[in-house]
């Protein structure tokens, strides 16, 4: 069964070091996602990309952050200052229609001390 | 007007019982409903979903009940396992990618 993978499983960076987490999305899917989810928190929706482009993104998603598919399968997030208050999991998520069933990975668990 | 309110935060079962997770909107723009299920350290695993056309569907042990006019739905495990024991998501989304989470609700289940 085809799975969303992401890779490292955990990362652990100081603050105001850049970390990329990387994804790979279902292979036939076109709509890809960032969420975070804060220890013992509820899931919440960073940024939406299809098309190359950014769909969607929320108050969250600030200039920090910045996504992009760099080649044919993977789909990347990158922090470029990383604070405390980012340390959390970070879930990739893959679509195959914009209103479709969204497939999560295992998630990268970020450690920012 | 974006939130997705769960409950209960917690619920105790025992083997053989029926689980219900309760879950409140209150925008009237969501039309797509699903429910996730998280073990520790792993990812949400999509379990089953639903579009306010129907007031119900089921798919196995597991079952979603929507009531539009009063903008809630919920989830129904028939015959709760020790096997599903996991912290159960509900969500909501407009039409859009995002989809806004509910709080979650950690379900033990006893043998």
């Known amino acids: 069964e085809p799975e969303v993978t992401q890779t490292p499983s955990h990362q652990v960076t100081q603050m105001g070091q850049e970390v990329i987490l990387r994804c790979v999305p279902i292979s036939n899917h076109l709509y890809f996602y960032w969420y975070r989810q804060i220890l013992g928190q509820k899931v919440e929706f960073l940024v939406s990309f299809y098309n190359n482009e950014i769909s969607e993104k929320s108050e969250i998603f600030d200039d920090q952050f910045s996504v992009e598919r760099p080649d044919g399968s993977n789909f990347t997030l990158k922090i470029r200052s990383t604070k405390l208050e980012d340390s959390a999991m970070y879930f990739c998520?893959?679509?195959?229609?914009?209103?479709?069933?969204?497939?999560f990975g295992p998630g990268t668990r970020l450690t920012v001390t | 007007q974006q939130q997705v309110k769960q409950s209960p935060q917690s619920l105790i079962v025992q083997k053989g019982g029926i689980s219900i997770i309760n879950c409140a909107y209150e925008n009237t723009a969501f039309d797509y409903f699903p429910w996730y299920q998280q073990f520790p350290g792993k990812g949400p695993a999509l379990l089953i979903a639903i579009r306010p056309d129907v007031s119900e569907k089921k798919e196995g042990r597991f079952t979603i009940s929507f009531n539009k006019s009063a903008k809630q739905f919920s989830l129904h495990i028939m015959d709760s396992q020790p096997g599903d024991s996991a912290t159960y998501f509900c969500?909501?989304?407009?039409?859009?990618?995002?989809?806004?989470f509910g709080t979650g609700t950690r379900l033990k289940v006893l043998a």
């Open positions: 998520a893959s679509s195959a229609a914009e209103s479709g069933e969204q497939y």
């Open positions: 969500a909501a989304s407009a039409g859009t990618y995002k989809y806004i």
